[in-house]
């Protein structure tokens, strides 16, 4: 990262097929259509970029990039509400939601992620498929660690909740 | 090990001897735990990474990264203050004479914390994911503190010429206000701010602070409705300013 700072082209390299798919995803577990992580990508690379001098050697990298990341999420479901209310009154279809997968033996994270309150949702990404600390996770989503362990233990209680019904049906 | 235990396991602990066990035993967590565990490789198309790539190489050229938050911290401090004491200056200092020694010591003191606290908020706002508090807590604990110590250290509850001197000294807090946000909403642009309304808030209660501490140093009104209602509330007007303008600047 320090070497992005300094202009290195090397570095801004490596460092965009580093984080790239692990943003990716992170924008992918709030969407069902690809082509809107894709953009969100392309919003947060530039974003990154535009805030490169904010980020400070010797701290921890993670927070400072998820940060940015979540505020790109949170615009671009903003934005993306909005069009939806706009195709809504035209008439347009809205994309569909995450469908089960067919595959029932093994529980799809993406679905069972999708049955969760949104603050509960970005945590269990952020900890779970980002691999976040906790510490990291507080930071990146401007809360407390106590806030996140909350959030994380109610989203667990769920999914156990969720998981023991499916085994059940 | 119970299972709320085993949370603090999933959430980044590490899985010990007593964990296994409870896992093996535990048919809800082992779902769960497995559940969680079962991401697959995620890639990201080709075209999708080189038009990142293209962004990015584009406009490279070496930055330099912002200074640490003290110093902005400090810059925030110096601005809010010299504007008080700039203000409070211009149109004379009767406030400070007008206190005893003990109220003056208490109310410049907190006044000076909690512009020093706020200051600090605000200057770490400017770095995405660093360790800092939502701008609506600061807010309302320089509110809460400021009230505590108005109705706690003044007695007289004469009302006075209420609304005329009232509002005489809520636009001479908020011109100070104004000029303090506006100063320090500049500064904020080199850095990053991803929680505008939060920032907002911040920013409004340290220009809010500012025109308070001009208050202070220039009005010799001591009476506590005076004070609880016109000078504290350029303090709340700023933050709602503040964090109106975040409002605004998020949707724009």
Redesign the interface.
């Known amino acids: 990262m320090e070497a992005y700072?300094?202009?290195d082209?090397d570095a801004?390299?490596r460092l965009?097929?580093t984080v790239?798919?692990?943003l990716?995803?992170f924008f992918?577990v709030y969407t069902s259509d690809r082509r809107h992580a894709?953009d969100l990508?392309?919003d947060v690379?530039?974003?990154?970029?535009?805030?490169?001098?904010?980020?400070?050697?010797g701290?921890?990298m993670?927070?400072?990039?998820?940060?940015?990341a979540?505020?790109v999420r949170i615009d671009g479901y903003?934005r993306r509400e909005f069009e939806r209310r706009e195709a809504a009154l035209e008439g347009v279809a809205e994309p569909a939601a995450p469908a089960r997968p067919n595959d029932r033996s093994?529980?799809?994270?993406d679905y069972?992620l999708a049955s969760l309150p949104e603050s509960q949702r970005e945590v269990?990404s952020l900890?779970?498929?980002s691999g976040l600390?906790?510490e990291e996770t507080?930071?990146?989503t401007?809360s407390s660690v106590g806030s996140?362990?909350q959030k994380?233990?109610r989203a667990?209680e769920k999914?156990?909740s969720l998981?023991?019904a499916e085994?059940a049906s | 090990m119970t299972c709320l235990e085993m949370d603090a396991i999933l959430s980044g602990g590490e899985l010990t001897t007593e964990a296994r066990q409870h896992l093996a035993g535990c048919p809800r967590c082992r779902a769960l735990s497995q559940a969680l565990s079962a991401a697959p490789a995620y890639k990201v198309d080709a075209a999708v990474l080189d038009r990142a790539r293209g962004q990015v190489l584009q406009g490279l050229a070496p930055v330099r990264p912002l200074p640490p938050p003290g110093a902005f911290a400090s810059l925030f401090l110096s601005i809010a203050g010299a504007i008080a004491v700039a203000a409070a200056a211009l149109m004379r200092v009767r406030g400070l004479t007008s206190m005893s020694g003990s109220q003056a010591a208490v109310v410049f003191g907190l006044l000076l914390a909690l512009l020093l606290g706020t200051s600090f908020v605000v200057a770490l706002d400017m770095r995405p994911g660093a360790r800092t508090v939502r701008g609506m807590v600061v807010s309302l604990v320089a509110i809460g503190a400021i009230e505590a110590v108005f109705l706690t250290l003044f007695s007289d509850y004469e009302a006075g010429r209420f609304l005329h001197s009232g509002v005489a000294c809520f636009r001479m807090g908020l011109a100070c206000a104004a000029a303090t946000g506006a100063i320090a909403w500049l500064i904020l642009r080199r850095g990053y701010v991803v929680a505008p309304v939060s920032t907002g808030a911040s920013v409004g209660a340290l220009a809010g602070l500012a025109g308070l501490a001009a208050l202070e140093l220039h009005c010799p009104i001591m009476n506590v409705p005076h004070l609880a209602i016109w000078h504290a509330g350029v303090l709340a007007a700023s933050v709602a300013v503040g964090a109106a303008i975040g409002v605004w600047r998020r949707s724009a």
């Not at chain 1, 093994?106 to 994270?109: C, E």
């Open positions: 700072q300094n202009g082209r801004a390299n965009i097929e790239s798919p692990a990716h995803r992918a894709d990508l392309q690379s530039l974003r990154i970029h535009k805030a490169r001098h904010t980020y400070r050697p701290e921890p993670l927070p400072w990039l998820y940060a940015i979540r505020h903003r093994a529980p799809d994270l069972l269990i900890l779970k498929i600390s906790l507080a930071r990146a401007r996140v362990k994380a233990h667990y999914l156990r998981l023991t085994v």
